[in-house]
């Protein structure tokens, strides 16, 4: 696909482009803003290769789509509140990201999205894998959605932060565990439609929903099994080989991804903004 600034390459078909004819580091005028808007629209997650530039261009090209978001369970851990650095060293049994997720959806208006740019990655291993959960919900049968229809599920960080999850032990990339840590809670909708499209989609992950609204956690747990199985079926997924200067933007909203875990003896650093989203709806 061809458009006036940029060009435009699927690289699977359930989602995933990647876009030429930008450099983030440089100032980029408002149109090209607004079609890489629309192909992560449309894409639900895009990439860029071979890019260069430093932090502060990294959160100025951030900005362009909304505020900076800042992860509560990483402020203070790292130099800039505002980036996390995420790093996978040899030797790290557990990394950031394992399991099949959306980013810090247990605050109250989760972030729109996020920019991944890699600055040192093995020569193999290390994917990032993502699944369109707009093609999640739109094969679900007329009566799971019936179902699912008005319920809420509940997202909390206790799995992912804090003392009790004992993450710190096992990995490079430190998360806050200490005594003055607290669980953040909230519920949002199972369902919900994304507010530039308007497009439904299935809104649950392994990482932060813990249950549904007015159910026990072990009452949740056979229909949330179901749907976070569903939520990645190999029908709904692309996967990304970093390169060293590949960045990859994801609309929150739309995607879960996971980071393989396979890097072996090697070293993985990336530098990672996020950016302010709304309240679901």
């Known amino acids: 696909m061809r458009n006036s600034r940029i060009a435009i390459h699927p690289i699977a078909g359930a989602l995933g482009a990647e876009i030429e004819g930008v450099w983030i580091g440089g100032d980029i005028d408002d149109a090209t803003i607004a079609e890489i808007r ?8 895009i990439f860029f290769r071979g890019q260069e530039f430093d932090a502060e261009r990294h959160k100025s090209f951030a900005r362009r789509f909304g505020d900076i978001f800042v992860h509560p369970n990483y402020r203070g851990m790292q130099e800039d509140d505002e980036i996390v650095m995420v790093r996978r060293e040899p030797g790290d049994q557990h990394i950031v990201g394992e399991d099949w997720h ?19 990655v093995p020569p193999y291993g290390g994917d990032t894998c993502f699944a369109n959960q707009h093609l999640a919900y739109e094969a ?56 530039e499209t308007g497009k ?28 976070l199985q569903h939520g990645h079926r190999p029908e709904f997924t692309c996967r990304f080989r970093w390169q060293n200067g590949s960045v990859a933007f994801w609309d929150n909203r739309s995607v879960k991804h996971l980071a393989v875990n396979d890097a072996g003896p090697y070293r993985r650093l990336m530098r990672r903004v996020q950016i302010v989203g709304d309240i679901p709806a």
Request: with cysteine; proline share 5%.
């Open 102 to 120: 959306t980013d810090t959806t247990m605050v109250a208006a989760p972030p729109m999205g996020a920019i991944l740019y890699a600055i040192e």
């Open 200 to 227: 439904k989609l299935l809104f649950v992950n392994a990482a932060y929903t813990v249950g549904f609204a007015g159910m026990t956690e072990a009452e949740s747990r056979p229909l949330l099994d179901y749907l």
């Open 140 to 195: 679900l049968s007329a009566g799971m959605k019936r179902m699912l229809e008005g319920l809420r599920a509940v997202h909390s960080d206790r799995l992912v932060a804090g003392p009790q999850a004992g993450r710190n032990a096992y990995r490079a990339t430190k998360v806050r565990e200490d005594a003055g840590w607290r669980e953040t809670v909230n519920t949002h909708p199972v369902v919900r439609t994304h507010p």
């Open 38 to 45: 629309q192909a992560l629209n449309e894409h639900c997650v």
